[in-house]
Every structure is written in structure tokens, then in C-alpha cells.
């Protein structure tokens, strides 16, 4: 069995806007293992970044993690770590963002931004790391890397430039890589190309993979289970396969239903009704109720439990708790 890399128990996040308290995040709990690809899915709003900010000690001044635990290869989190938890986290955790532009400094050669990383974290002399770099570009499949290694990022084209983005995350080796939308900026073709990347950095890196997209379809191609979030709860968490076979919660349904696929080419494609409640608009009930085609009563007014069903399944939903078969 693989060890537990990243646990996070019963985290509660949330946001103060003027006098007022709004939670974010609500009751989370999961883990990924070692060398495992885990993607987060929901729709915009859900709370998928927050949940990487979290982790990454990275949230907005507004935002305060009210409860819960978060705990990186072994080492727990707790409130006014500060530095202490950045230099753990940072020996550890990488992360890379769907707009990589705003990451990199636009005034240093790319090459010269790979190198400062091992320059910074690793104890390695200046051609160390320039070599360490220029290594690290080859194997994430950029070319003409000597040249390369000189321009300046406004240069490169997006799928380049997430690149070297890649190759910067993993020059120290991570042992977690958290992956925040990094193709959603990208063209289909480039996208795919970077999809194949991250697969096979995690396959010769044993780098793990927390993967955030709001598209099933991309989660799919990269991961070994999905965790499906709603309004910042997670609402349900299965390996891939059942997941896309036997969604158990409705929200699950509705995404799977969303998805293109060759069987439903010509077909106008289905779109959920209706909107992710907004943070000020969230109540009491299942986050989902306003917009389930199943809901009933109890859906409005009381939360459901996280239950646990079998095959590394779980879901948080009223109709599973009930003995409800679903569709
Ligand atoms: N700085 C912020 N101030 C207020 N609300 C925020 C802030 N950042 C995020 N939120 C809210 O928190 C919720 C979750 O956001 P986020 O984690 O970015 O969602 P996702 O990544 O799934 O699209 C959303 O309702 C969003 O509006
Ligand atoms: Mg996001």
C-alpha cells in the first residue's frame, strides 16, 4: 500500500466580507498517495482552487481555515505556522496554474527562472543548475533548449510556456504536483500534448498528482480517481472508472450527462440548469438541492452526511443514505 502523501480532514475554510462570515469550504476530506493522479472536478465556483490555496499556504487575506487539518507527508498544519509550514510545503509541493504568464517573470530568460528554483532549493553550485535546468527542459519535450534557455517568456507560445512551468515545478522533485486547470488556456491539440506530459512526468517522476479541471472529460484522460465538488463541499469521491460507470451522486450524473462523447456527436450537447450558488447564497440542505432533478424535503434542509460505499466509493447525498437505487 502506498503511503498517504497529502490528508485533509474535515476543512472548513472561510471567508469574513465586511462583518459577515461566508463558508467556502465546507466539512473536505480526502487524501492522495504517493505517485497517485487524483483530479478535483466541479464547476467554476466550486471551491477547487481554494482547496489547492489551501494547501499551498496560498489563500487570500480574506479567507481563514476555520477547522480541520491538513497534513503533507506527515507533517500537520496548524494556524500561525506561517513560515514554518512554507518551507515543509515547499519541500514537497509543486504547483502550476492555468495562466503560467502570470507566474514567470517576464524580465528573466525562462532558462534562467528553472535554474534560480534548483539554485534556491537544492544545494547546487550556478553550473549545476543551469545543467540541472537545461536537463529538466529536454525531458518535459521542449527543443532547441540552448537557445531557448535565453528568451524571455513573452517569446513562447502558451503550451511552451506551461512547459517550462512544468519543468520549474519539478526540478526539485516534488513529491506532490498540484495541477490548478493548467491546459484550460491552451488549444485542444496543445492540450493534449500537455495532458501526455503530465502523465508521463508522474510515470518517470513518481511525482503525485492533484489535478484540478472543471472538465470531466480532461480528469478523465489524466486520473486515477476524481473527487467531484459542489459549493464547496465535496459531494463525491471514486476511483475514475466508477465513477463514469456508476456516478452515484446526481451532480456526478449531470456532469457525465454534460460530456461530449462519439455516441452523442450531432446532439445538442446538455447543459446543467441553473448556476453554482454564489457564497452569499448558500443555506442550510444539500448544496445541490436547487438545481437536482431528485430532490426532496430533506434535501432543503438538512446537509447529508459523507457516506462511505464500498469499491473506495463515497458520495454525500440523501438519496444514497436512503436506499434509493440510482439511475
Ligand atoms: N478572494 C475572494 N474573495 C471572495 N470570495 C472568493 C475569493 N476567492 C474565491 N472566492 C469565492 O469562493 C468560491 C470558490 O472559489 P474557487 O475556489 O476559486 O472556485 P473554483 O476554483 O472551483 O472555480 C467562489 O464562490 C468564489 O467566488
Ligand atoms: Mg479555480
Known amino acids: 500500500m502506498a503511503n498517504t502523501l497529502l490528508a485533509i480532514r474535515e476543512l472548513d475554510v472561510t471567508f469574513t466580507i465586511g462583518k459577515k462570515q461566508y463558508p467556502a469550504l465546507r466539512q473536505l476530506s480526502f487524501q492522495v498517495k504517493e505517485k497517485e493522479r487524483v483530479g478535483i ?80 532549493h537544492l544545494s547546487v553550485s550556478k553550473q549545476e543548475a543551469k545543467e540541472l535546468a537545461l536537463g529538466m527542459m529536454a525531458k518535459v519535450g521542449l527543443s532547441r533548449i540552448n537557445q531557448l534557455y535565453g528568451e524571455y517568456p513573452h517569446r513562447l507560445s502558451g503550451g511552451m510556456m506551461q512547459r517550462i512551468m512544468i519543468a520549474m515545478a519539478l526540478i526539485c522533485k516534488p513529491k506532490l504536483l498540484i495541477a490548478d486547470e493548467p491546459t484550460t488556456a491552451l488549444d ?14 508522474n510515470r518517470s517522476t513518481n511525482t503525485a498528482m492533484l489535478f484540478i479541471s472543471h472538465d470531466l472529460g480532461v480528469i478523465r484522460e489524466v486520473c486515477e480517481r476524481v473527487i467531484v465538488m459542489y459549493a464547496g463541499y465535496m459531494v463525491e469521491d471514486a476511483p475514475v472508472q466508477e465513477i463514469l460507470e456508476h456516478p452515484k451522486h446526481p451532480y456526478t450524473a449531470a456532469l457525465l450527462q454534460a ?21 452569499t447564497e448558500r443555506g442550510d440542505g444539500c448544496p445541490f438541492a436547487g438545481r437536482c432533478p431528485r430532490a426532496s424535503t430533506i434535501c432543503h434542509t438538512k446537509t447529508p452526511e459523507l457516506e462511505t460505499c464500498g469499491n473506495g466509493h463515497r458520495v454525500r447525498c440523501h438519496l444514497y443514505a436512503e436506499g434509493k437505487i440510482f439511475a
Not at 466541479?42 to 491538513?70: D, N, Q, W
Not at 494556524?79 to 524580465?107: C, K, Y
Not at 485542444?188 to 512526468?201: C, G, H, K, P, Y
Open 41 to 120: 472536478v466541479g464547476e467554476s465556483g466550486c471551491g477547487k482552487s481554494l482547496t489547492s490555496l489551501s494547501v499551498m499556504g496560498l489563500l487570500p487575506e480574506s479567507a481563514t481555515i476555520t477547522r480541520g487539518e491538513i497534513n503533507v507527508a506527515g507533517k500537520a498544519w496548524s494556524p500561525g505556522m506561517g513560515e514554518e509550514w512554507n518551507a515543509t510545503r515547499g519541500r514537497h509541493v509543486a504547483m502550476i496554474f492555468q495562466d503560467p504568464m502570470s507566474a514567470l517573470n517576464p524580465l528573466m530568460p525562462v532558462g534562467k527562472q528553472i535554474a534560480e528554483m534548483a539554485l534556491t
Open 188 to 201: 485542444v491539440t496543445i492540450q493534449a500534448q500537455i495532458l501526455d506530459l503530465l502523465r508521463e512526468m
Open 259 to 279: 460530456l461530449p462523447s462519439i455516441e452523442k456527436r450531432g446532439q445538442l450537447l446538455y447543459t446543467i440548469p441553473g448556476r453554482v450558488p454564489p457564497l
